[in-house]
């Protein structure tokens, strides 16, 4: 689902206390950052991002319920049905695949791979094909049939953690790529990455960086806000503690990756000029509403080719510096088990 009219406010200093406890320290002191109102047919709702004033975690209250959440991960929401640029999305996904099993066997050799939040499956995929013992699962059923057509040595599973009787210590690597963020309550995830983890073995979480300096120039219209799917928004400082608290050690972050902060800053900076929000992911996914106005469509259109070419450089610039400040607008950590 895309959430197309979308008004936000930003309300800076405190304001009345977050219903909802930190997810991370269970504080319950925090700090209004911004609200963010959603008016669309599926949502139409006021959000709220809170700074706890304790550990720094940042975090959506009100929080959709379970059966609300999974209403806005349809299948348009892991793959396009009608995407125009096949070609050239397979290189750079592939490319995506290739940089991260690299990264990855930095850390740790060939072995048993659980991709959590696995979508697509091109990641399972791709570890398969290059000798792990991969398998991937998520809740969504569509992700499950999508990523289970292509043939390979790789298993899909649809649900949770807790759907599986999984054994304690059998894995050598759990990835969750853009994952974390979505999940309420992280604590018990990332214990139970621990438990699953053999000795030695190594967990891979990537997220938006909240304080990176995407989020901090482009501010309420930051593409890695994504409210409200995205429940709690990471810094290094917060995702360490996260990784710490689950018995984490060794943890390294890093802040070069540039296959989604280049975009992630040019989509948030044209967000500001378009009409309707998303225009540039819709358009990239042949997803731009039936019903948006041919003047708005036109005018959104025209703003893309003028201004897209001149920022999209500025953009990798920015999102390169950004990284090698150790200010990048997405960060990775991985972490080992002792």
Same mark, same amino acid.
Not at 110 to 119: A, K
């Given at each position: 689902m895309s959430v197309h009219a979308m008004n936000v406010a930003y309300a800076p200093g405190p304001d009345a206390l977050a219903t909802e406890d930190c997810p991370l320290c269970d504080g319950s002191r925090s700090t209004l950052l911004h609200r963010v109102t959603l008016k669309s047919e599926d949502i139409a709702r006021t959000f709220e991002l809170r700074k706890c004033q304790d550990c720094e975690l940042v975090f959506v209250d009100p929080r959709l319920s379970d059966s609300e959440l999974v209403k806005l991960y349809d299948e348009d929401f892991y793959f396009s049905t009608q995407w125009p640029y096949q070609t050239l999305a397979s290189w750079v996904i592939d490319f995506i695949q290739t940089s991260r099993r690299h990264r990855i066997e930095q850390h740790v050799r060939? #072995? !048993? &791979?659980?991709? %959590?939040?696995?979508?697509d499956g091109r990641?399972?995929?791709?570890m398969a094909a290059n000798g792990w013992d991969a398998t991937g699962i998520d809740f969504s059923p569509a992700a499950r049939d999508f990523a289970s057509q292509f043939s390979s040595r790789a298993r899909f599973l649809v649900g949770s953690l807790e759907d599986?009787?999984?054994?304690? #210590? !059998? &894995?050598?690597? %759990?990835?969750l790529w853009q994952v974390l963020e979505h999940i309420g309550e992280p604590r018990p995830l990332l214990h139970r990455c621990h438990d699953l983890l053999d000795r030695g073995g190594v967990l891979v979480v990537s997220v938006p960086n909240i304080e990176g300096f995407s989020s901090q120039l482009t501010g309420e219209r930051w593409w890695g806000l994504d409210v409200p799917r995205?429940?709690?928004?990471?810094?290094?400082?917060?995702l360490r503690?996260?990784?710490?608290?689950a018995g984490f050690r060794d943890i390294r972050i890093r802040h070069q990756l540039l296959q989604y902060d280049p975009y992630a800053l040019l989509h948030s900076s044209l967000d500001w000029v378009f009409t309707q929000r998303h225009f540039l992911s819709d358009l990239a996914k042949g997803h731009v509403p039936s019903d948006m106005d041919a003047r708005d469509y036109a005018y959104n259109l025209g703003v893309l080719l003028l201004l897209g070419p001149m920022l999209t450089p500025v953009c990798v610039m920015t999102a390169t510096a950004s990284a090698c400040l150790g200010r990048g607008g997405f960060i990775e950590a991985f972490a080992r088990r002792d």
């Open positions: 060939s #072995g !048993r &791979l659980l991709d %959590i939040g696995s979508g990641f399972v995929h791709h599986y009787d999984f054994r304690p #210590g !059998r &894995l050598d690597l %759990i990835t995205h429940l709690v928004h990471y810094s290094p400082g917060t503690r996260a990784l710490d608290q």
